[in-house]
């Protein structure tokens, strides 16, 4: 079984000052973790992917994330928020089983950015 | 850019009707997906197929069905529309890889209204 938490499901930020977004995980089996970022009315665009390999993962548009197995964590991180950023953000966890393609979904943060 | 396509991205209709949902991806993949999205929520899995004739049901129970009789294309249809079934549809498909490393690209989402 696996599951995703994200611990916030509304983020504020000013222009220009540091994004965090938190994501812990659980899995059965190694996992591989994704953010996507899904803009009004638009599709879910993938940020970074983890899966298996560097633990800091590097992303689209200045985002990463770091993926901590001794904490179940996969946060994500932005040093200087854009307003274009402003969107919906959804970490995923995918487990590392042959055949099982399925992902699972956190229930999203809503990121605000002040100007 | 993925290239993945759902038609209609909007659709309004009244309660009884028969609908078809259209997803189609130009890249060849053999994995396809249907999400279920209601508003504010996390994305839940309701069917996929891994290639041509194959269809399973998701996490997410659904009266919907769907349809894999080419690779491209993976339709889902509800046969009797009820305003429960109001929601947001996500095709997503995935392959080409070892299945750890394999990333699902999403489509642009049908917003669909019963009334």
């Known amino acids: 079984a696996q599951s995703v938490t994200q611990l916030d499901s509304h983020v504020s930020v000013s222009e220009g000052t540091p994004v965090l977004l938190r994501c812990n995980y659980s899995?059965?089996?190694?996992?591989?973790l994704f953010w996507y970022v899904q803009h009004p009315n638009k599709g879910l665009q993938l940020l970074l992917k983890y899966t298996s390999a560097a633990t800091l993962v590097k992303g689209i548009n200045g985002f990463e994330a770091e993926f901590k197995k001794s904490e179940t964590s996969f946060h994500l991180t932005k040093p200087s928020a854009h307003m274009s950023d402003a969107a919906e953000y959804f970490c995923?966890?995918?487990?590392?089983?042959?055949?099982?393609?399925?992902?699972?979904f956190g229930t999203g943060t809503r990121l605000t950015i002040i100007p | 850019e993925a290239d993945i396509y759902q038609t209609p991205r909007y659709l309004v209709i009244g309660t009884g009707k028969k609908i078809t949902l259209e997803c189609s991806q130009t890249m060849g993949h053999d994995k396809m997906y249907w999400y279920q999205q209601d508003p504010g929520m996390e994305l839940h899995l309701i069917h996929y197929?891994?290639?041509?004739?194959?269809?399973e049901k998701g996490d997410l129970s659904s009266e919907s069905t769907v349809s894999r009789i080419r690779t491209e294309h993976f339709p889902l249809t509800l046969e009797s529309a009820r305003p429960s079934h109001t929601s947001q549809y996500l095709c997503?498909?995935?392959?080409?890889?070892?299945?750890?490393?394999?990333?699902?690209?999403f489509g642009p989402g049908t917003r669909l209204l019963v009334l």
């Open positions: 197929s891994y290639g041509v004739n194959s269809t």
């Open positions: 997503a498909s995935s392959g080409g890889g070892r299945y750890y490393q394999e990333t699902q690209y």
């Open positions: 995923v966890v995918r487990a590392l089983n042959f055949g099982n393609e399925k992902l699972t």
């Open positions: 899995s059965s089996y190694s996992p591989s």
